[in-house]
């Protein structure tokens, strides 16, 4: 069965970055498209980004284009999205999400990441 | 601000039929799919709706989805207490190039 598995809670001061990661299992991890999208405490979902991880090659939300970075680690089926510069309003929870082999957004998604930006 | 348009909440009491509306344009409902997604207080979203009617297993068929220019409505038929959450569409908008989603729908079940 897929999963996705992402690293836990962190806390970061204003202006530092944050790594986080998503684990896929469960099917062919180079052959669908890995999507981080995150969510403000009581708020809407809000599109971030996303990576191919046979190739690489990624595609940024023009809003996050100067500060995030998605790699990934094909040796362990592991995507990264790391956030700099960061502000109070990134304390928000962020989920990687995966797409569909046909094209489906999304059919799976990692648990949620919580970053707490605080002084 | 988001580019898919929802209403706020909607409400229903138990064995009603709701729907929820998600409006868009031409660079991005008119031209892609749309997806909806189920999310329960404290959890991840669910993959609820797909390719804009369809359900993928294990989603009873009291959801359905539908599509029409550029704006799709899910219904939720047979209303049930656990169906009390936030409902999401989304789709991928090829002006700006990366998916978009709706502001959020929360559904009371009176």
């Known amino acids: 069965q897929v999963q996705l598995v992402q690293s836990g809670a962190e806390v970061k001061k204003p202006g530092a970055s944050v790594k986080v990661s998503c684990q896929a299992s469960?099917?062919?991890?180079?052959?669908?498209?890995m999507h981080w999208v995150r969510q403000a405490p009581g708020q809407g979902l809000e599109w971030m980004g996303r990576i191919n991880p046979n190739s690489g090659g990624t595609n940024y939300a023009q809003k996050f284009q100067d500060r995030v970075t998605m790699t990934r680690d094909t040796s362990i089926n592991t995507v990264y999205m790391e956030l700099s510069r960061l502000r109070y309003d990134d304390t928000v929870v962020y989920y990687c999400a995966r797409e569909g082999q046909f094209g489906e957004l999304f059919d799976y998604w990692g648990q949620g990441t919580l970053v707490t930006v605080s002084s | 601000q988001s580019v898919l348009t929802q209403p706020p909440s909607a409400s229903g009491t138990p064995g009603q039929r709701v729907t929820i509306s998600c409006s868009g344009r031409s660079s991005n409902i008119g031209r892609n799919t749309v997806n909806w997604y189920q999310q329960l207080p404290g959890t991840a979203p669910k993959f609820l709706i797909y390719s804009n009617n369809q359900r993928p297993s294990g989603v009873p068929d009291r959801f359905s989805g539908s599509k029409s220019g550029t704006s799709a409505s899910l219904a939720i038929s047979g209303l049930q207490s656990e169906d009390e959450a936030d409902y999401y569409c989304?789709?991928?908008?090829?002006?700006?190039?990366?998916?978009?989603f709706g502001g959020g729908t929360k559904l009371t079940v009176l």
């Open positions: 989304a789709a991928w908008d090829d002006s700006l190039n990366h998916v978009i």
């Open positions: 469960g099917y062919t991890f180079t052959g669908s498209y």
